[in-house]
């Protein structure tokens, strides 16, 4: 009862539906869509803000806008997709079983697409001392429940991290009349893009703190109010610091992690430093013929470089089904001083292809160098290199050998 | 407005809910009276889930009797009620000569008991066993297990309603009076009047117990913290593995859970306060590295949650803990059953317990058995369990097991809604939670918390201000955004 | 009078030397002409945008998200929000379709950002 596809592609948000028109553009045309959602686009729905799109189209869109782009785009081409279909298991042969209200669906793949995004970290996995009232949302809940469905969160907030998230956050809670105290971060340096900082926080007021952290949370029912410390070089938090700031709601904006339930249990393996698969330079996955790309492969701060990224992951899947995608090397990428994680983390061929990377602190005059044997392949100078944005490289052709790690430093 | 009943059971935890269903049992009308709007609010689904052994208790206590009962009763109990058990064993470890003689002392104890399944097991089997495990020999009690807690307790109170208990949630009584042979129970919401009680009030025990005029227990708090970790360590870890204990204390130890999650805890520290359940840093950071020393795959990445417990222990004028009491007292409360110091093995011992409460009542009373009472309480397979061929048998009888709700945890809207309109009136965003699984998984509510939100509002027809999370003033949103 | 603005056009955020003499601005540090126009601005009348959900009635959902079409003086901004929040829009919406326009006669328009169809009986 397995349909066979060339591609099945798990997931409709910017991942997924990029790579579907691409493979479409590409003459792939027997493919498919699932989307647990009952509708395509993914976390870009609930994005209302504007700033998608500038890298990609040239021009300034809010989430739902850019998603409709691409929405557009398989619907005039007729792609195949199924909304409300929730994959639930994926094997090592290829084959996808998706849960649908209309019943089960079977396929069997030439090709699968992994695009199913991240998912937020929660309290739990930072560790939140306190209590466990109603009221503590992490960024993305909040936001769901403001933009897609109508509600109201609280009346009164605090938000801990400044992620991208957490920023435009703090700026929709204030124009729907909810009070934000303050920002809290517990680096020396904002995680989430300048001109959020500027247009989100500084434009109402809202103070940010840097090395600061919730240390406390109050309240046996809903919250009624976090303690905030200061913390040390090392993130831990300074006695005699502590200080009160009464509030309903809490929100998270502590960090996103690719979405890899699924992963493990297909045993694909994964990069404990990404949370994603461990790629080749075609985003191929450690199951031949199973691909990654977008957040769930590692964490992007846009979502074009989420489709840029997806668009170069459809060439592959194309070369993989005619039998052209390059092989016969076996190289580690490996992650030298100053480096985070990278991705890909092997190369198989001498084919070209983008590396992105992000390095473990903030860093002034930055040089990144990929190197092999001692050999420089590619040198990019920066002003600045910051953990929270995503540096590419582009690596050209023919410019890896065979023999020995690829070695990328940053300092 | 004034009810009269039979009997009324004051708390509705794992205690209170098997006294009810066993009570139910008899030709009598039942209240069962919950502060909470929820049976699991408090230590019931607060605790480390161990079906004990029973070779940790005082010989000849009633904490050691009800513990091989209950241990022996719960394949039954499992299967009537229809919550996972897994009887996986469970060892003590030691690496000291002076672990290894309290080990044997503990397993004298427990073949004094009546525990079945006692060993001493030297270092090779210990890892045959428990392959990852810090420890040279160890104490096997292959009687030992794992449960569901929420869904024992939460079963045991809905076979309870089957049988005709009638639940009043969020009832927290006030005071009690006597008055022409019956108690006049005054709550926070309607009154009761009623011939006999129990107090199973779990932490506020005392205070019943107070009100009965029984007066003298010095109860104190003991609050245990825990780690939740990832499924991705639940298959490392086969069975439960605890340091050597004390009698008063078992140790911090590390178990899975039915769900193949592992828990951390608990530490033991005293409390007066059975209203607070923060969890501390300093105690996350003891709780990971403690029991780092009995197994190494304790990881602050794989943490997805904390949750503490409180037991409500009664203590002599040492300061030293006692056994449970559960006693009449004519002269003071007739027809009153007074339980004192319910702590654990307080989940493993339940069932017992409540039929021994209940034959102090029939001692002294004629209660007429029902001819009808229904032991079997009817659960749904779980979609997360069918076979693929289940699965679309099940979407094509109902189109709702096709929507997927969580996907961590593969619960569906069918199983959501069927929990939403649960048998106890329970209708808090935890009461989904603890009966479905959904909310529970590694993004805790990230995606399906608003789903399950909508659904209450949807289902119960009520305003998204008035939704409710564990608590009765635990409101989950404000309100709408847009009005109109 | 010197300044450093961080530039909001876009993710690049470039960060802006702006020096003011008179009627004089200059503008250093941008990589592209819209950093300047922005740091101009900026100091003679800062200008926003907004985006925000509208009422829809009719509609797949509770509401539909819209954006301005052009940015509105910063002062202007709690205004707007009361107008969107106490209009609605009737569905079936489209994007681009115009919800206020001219709101407050700030030259702007309120502009659907999703395609909502309409939905019977609800």
């Known amino acids: 009862m397995s349909e066979r596809k060339d591609a099945v592609i798990i997931g409709g948000g910017p991942a997924g539906l990029a790579a579907a028109v691409a493979l479409d553009n590409l003459g792939i045309h027997d493919i498919v869509i699932l989307e647990r959602e009952s509708q395509l686009g993914g976390i870009l729905r609930q994005c209302i803000h504007d700033g998608f799109g500038l890298q990609r189209f040239g021009e300034s869109l809010s989430g739902p806008e850019y998603a409709e782009r691409f929405i557009s785009e398989v619907r005039r081409r007729g792609i195949e997709y199924h909304t409300d279909a929730t994959v639930i298991s994926l094997t090592e042969d290829r084959k996808v079983e998706a849960v649908t209200p209309s019943g089960l669906l079977g396929y069997s793949a030439k090709a699968v697409v992994l695009a199913m995004g991240c998912r937020e970290r929660s309290r739990g996995s930072i560790m939140i001392p306190g209590e466990r009232p109603s009221g503590v949302f992490t960024a993305g809940s909040a936001q769901a429940y403001m933009n897609l469905y109508n509600r109201m969160p609280g009346r009164e907030a605090v938000i801990l991290g400044s992620g991208d998230i957490g920023l435009i956050m703090a700026r929709r809670l204030t124009l729907e009349g909810i009070r934000v105290k303050a920002v809290f971060e517990i680096q020396d340096h904002p995680n989430g893009l300048d001109r959020n900082i500027v247009q989100c926080l500084d434009d109402y007021g809202i103070p940010l703190y840097l090395r600061h952290t919730v240390t406390d949370i109050h309240g046996g029912s809903r919250l009624e109010g976090v303690t905030v410390s200061e913390v040390d070089e090392r993130c831990v938090p300074i006695k005699g610091t502590e200080k009160l700031y009464p509030c309903d709601t809490l929100i998270l904006s502590v960090g996103l992690r690719p979405d890899n339930g699924l992963l493990k249990d297909a045993g694909i393996a994964i990069d404990p430093r990404t949370d994603g698969a461990i790629v080749d330079e075609h985003l191929m996955t450690s199951i031949p013929g199973v691909f990654s790309s977008g957040n769930v492969l590692h964490v992007h701060d846009l979502a074009d470089f989420v489709s840029l990224e997806s668009e170069h992951l459809a060439a592959s899947v194309a070369a993989y089904l005619s039998g052209g995608l390059g092989s016969g090397m076996d190289v580690s990428v490996r992650c030298g001083s100053g480096v985070g994680h990278t991705v890909p983390q092997k190369v198989v061929s001498d084919d070209g292809f983008t590396l992105s990377l992000r390095v473990r602190s903030v860093m002034r005059d930055a040089v990144i160098s990929v190197s092999q044997g001692g050999r420089r392949i590619v040198e990019k100078k920066m002003r600045k290199a910051n953990p929270a944005e995503m540096i590419m490289i582009d690596i050209p052709g023919g410019s890896v050998c065979p023999d020995g790690d690829l070695e990328v430093v940053a300092g | ?484 | 009078m010197k300044r450093t603005l961080t530039c909001i056009i876009c993710p690049n955020g470039c960060s802006l030397e702006v020096e003011k003499e008179g009627e004089e601005i200059t503008v250093k540090g941008n990589l592209c002409r819209r950093g300047a126009e922005y740091a101009r601005e900026e100091l003679t009348a800062p200008k926003r945008t907004i985006s925000s959900s509208m009422r829809l009635i009719g509609g797949d959902m509770e509401i539909v998200s819209v954006r301005l079409d052009r940015p509105v003086p910063k002062e202007m901004i709690f205004p707007v929000m009361d107008a969107i929040k106490s209009a609605s829009a009737e569905a079936p919406v489209h994007i681009g379709d115009v919800l206020l326009h001219d709101v407050l006669s700030t030259g702007a328009d309120v502009i659907a950002t999703r395609n909502a169809e309409r939905k019977e009986g609800r």
């Open chain 2, 1 to 484: 407005m004034l009810h009269f009943f039979d009997a009324a059971v004051i708390g509705g935890g794992v205690v209170g809910s098997a006294i009810a269903r066993e009570l139910s049992r008899y030709e009598l009308s039942i209240a069962v009276l919950e502060e909470n709007p929820d049976v699991v609010c408090e230590a019931s689904g607060r605790n480390s889930a161990v079906v004990h052994g029973g070779f940790a208790y005082d010989r000849g206590s009633l904490k050691a009797r009800f513990c091989v009962e209950g241990n022996r009763m719960m394949d039954e109990l499992s299967t009537q009620l229809g919550f996972r058990f897994i009887r996986c064993g469970k060892v003590l470890v030691g690496n000291t000569d002076e672990d290894l003689r309290q080990l044997e002392r503990t397993m004298a104890q427990g073949f004094d008991n009546g525990a079945t399944g006692l060993e001493l097991i030297d270092g090779k089997r210990l890892h045959e066993l428990v392959p990852a495990v810090n420890g040279s020999f160890a104490m096997l009690s292959s009687s030992s297990g794992i449960m569901d807690p929420f869904l024992f307790t939460i079963n045991l109170a809905e076979n309870a309603a089957e049988n005709g208990a009638r639940y009043f949630l969020s009832h927290k009584v006030i005071s009690i009076a006597r008055k022409d042979g019956r108690y006049l129970i005054h709550t926070a919401e309607d009154d009761f009047s009623v011939r006999w009680l129990f107090n199973a009030a779990g932490k506020g025990a005392k205070d019943i117990s107070d009100m009965l005029g029984i007066t003298g227990y010095r109860v104190i708090g003991s609050k245990g913290n825990y780690l939740v970790l990832d499924k991705r360590l639940g298959p490392l870890l086969p069975m439960p593995v605890y340091p050597v204990p004390s009698n008063t204390y078992m140790g911090i130890h590390v178990t899975p859970t039915v769900d193949g999650n592992v828990t951390v805890g608990p530490d033991a520290i005293n409390t007066d306060d059975f209203g607070y359940y923060g969890v501390p840093a300093d105690r996350m950071e003891y709780l990971r590295e403690s029991a780092s020393t009995l197994w190494p795959h304790i990881d602050r990445k794989d943490v997805i949650r904390t949750f503490s417990g409180i037991l409500a222990k009664w203590v002599d004028d040492k300061g030293v803990i006692q056994d449970f009491r559960i006693e009449v007292r004519d002269d003071i409360a007739p027809g009153a059953v007074n339980l004192i110091g319910i702590e654990s093995p307080g989940l493993t011992a339940a069932v017992p317990m409540a039929r021994y409460a209940i034959s102090l009542l029939r001692d002294r009373f004629d209660l007429e058995e029902r001819k009808d009472f229904d032991p079997v309480h009817a659960t749904a397979k779980r979609f997360a369990e069918m076979t693929s061929e289940e699965k679309a048998a099940a979407i094509a009888g109902d189109s709702r097991y096709g929507s997927l709700v969580c996907s961590c945890e593969e619960v569906t809207e069918a199983e959501v809604i069927r929990a939403i309109h649960n048998p106890l009136g329970v209708h808090t965003m935890t009461g989904i939670k603890y009966r479905t699984r959904a909310m529970m998984g590694g993004c805790q509510a990230g995606f399906c918390q608003m789903k399950i939100e909508q659904l209450l509002e949807k289902e119960l027809g009520i305003a998204p201000e008035d939704v409710r999370y564990l608590r009765d003033s635990s409101w989950v949103l404000a309100g709408k955004m847009r009005e109109g």
